[in-house]
């Protein structure tokens, strides 16, 4: 299965820009990076998510690297309620691909907000 | 309002007793699974079903059984509960094909069992 890895935990200041990167070395081609976060109490939401090229939408942006072995979501001005657990993963982009049933989630970033 | 929803939210139980936990979601998604999440652990998938009728293991399945009668409904099962199922259980669900969304998940609010 494809894995990704993540640091264990983050820190940042209220409206400073966030940066949290991601691996994924063994990457296949039809695999696309979703990024997905969990405010305490609650179940993971989606974020955002890209396959090639970088993507914006109104939550964050997700750079990709040429090479797509890594990943950074950026978080243009953190707020407190950004504190989080965000997971990369995965997932193939169609239901023949290996990784689109079967997810790996990890551990995640937790990513610690300070005022 | 699209959704999936777990029931029951919290269950307190004894070793050996039969439980189901139900999800249900609104959205006509084909995929659905079931994951566990433990402190330090991060989320494991426990079983996930492609569509009515097809299920397939996780990575943490042992314990565990599901099935797939109906589109909106992935109940998971534990047929004998021991304390180190004691977790709390998200389940979630996607379109299949690419081509009818974008793959995303959607997560319910979770399920937290404790086994005694």
């Known amino acids: 299965d494809a894995k990704t890895t993540q640091p264990n935990s983050m820190e940042s200041n209220e409206e400073e820009p966030v940066h949290l990167p991601c691996n994924h070395s063994?990457?296949?081609?039809?695999?696309?990076i979703h990024w997905y976060r969990q405010l305490p109490s609650q179940g993971p939401e989606y974020v955002i998510h890209g396959l090639t090229s970088n993507v914006n939408n109104r939550m964050a942006s997700l750079a990709i690297a040429e090479d797509r072995k890594s990943s950074t979501l950026i978080l243009h001005r953190a707020t407190l309620r950004d504190a989080a657990v965000y997971y990369c993963?995965?997932?193939?982009?169609?239901?023949?691909?290996?990784?689109?049933?079967?997810?790996?989630f990890g551990q995640g970033t937790i990513l610690t907000v300070h005022p | 309002e699209a959704q999936v929803t777990q029931n029951p939210r919290y269950l307190i139980t004894v070793t050996g007793k039969k439980l189901t936990v139900t999800c249900s979601q609104n959205m006509n998604h084909e995929y659905m699974s079931w994951y566990r999440q433990d402190p330090g652990l991060g989320l494991r998938q426990i079983y996930y079903s492609m569509n009515v009728e097809v299920t397939d293991k996780g990575d943490v399945p042992e314990g565990y059984k599901v099935s797939r009668k109906e589109k909106r409904n992935f109940p998971l099962i534990l047929e004998s509960p021991s304390p180190n199922q004691t977790s709390l259980y998200f389940c979630?669900?996607?379109?299949?094909?690419?081509?009818?969304?974008?793959?995303?998940?959607?997560f319910g609010e979770g399920s937290r069992l404790t086994v005694l």
């Open positions: 993963i995965l997932r193939a982009s169609n239901a023949g691909g290996t990784s689109y049933g079967k997810l790996t």
């Open positions: 063994t990457i296949s081609g039809t695999d696309y």
């Open positions: 979630a669900s996607s379109y299949r094909a690419r081509n009818r969304g974008t793959g995303e998940l959607f």
